[in-house]
């Protein structure tokens, strides 16, 4: 395998972390680690800033918090939402099908 470090950020998150040369030289493993993992991968450069590798499902799920949050009446609501829900005010409701609900109409 090639050498890889991890760091743990202050956030408690963990990150894969390799120089440009190592990532080079191994590309594919990299890029399938990333994949595989829902992870992403920090790519060093000397002299450059640093990169990052990741996922397109992980950058997609990043780009449309960044669009669900662009707004700031969206943004309040999620947040009322999220306050809500850690003080146990929810309701189960049933899932409504929509293509039954196509059919009957």
Do not use: C
């Amino acid at each position: 395998m090639y050498r890889i470090l991890t760091y743990r950020t202050f956030r408690g998150i963990s990150m894969h972390i390799i120089s440009y040369s190592s990532a080079r030289g191994r590309f594919k493993q990299v890029l399938d680690r990333v994949a595989e993992d829902a992870d992403y991968t920090v790519v060093t450069r000397r002299d450059a800033e640093d990169a990052v590798i990741l996922s397109l499902d992980h950058f997609n799920a990043l780009m449309e918090t960044v669009h669900l949050l662009s707004s700031s009446a969206n943004a309040a609501h999620i947040s009322r939402s999220i306050d809500q829900y850690r003080r146990g005010e929810t309701q189960k409701h049933a899932l409504k099908d929509a293509d039954a609900q196509k059919t009957a109409e």
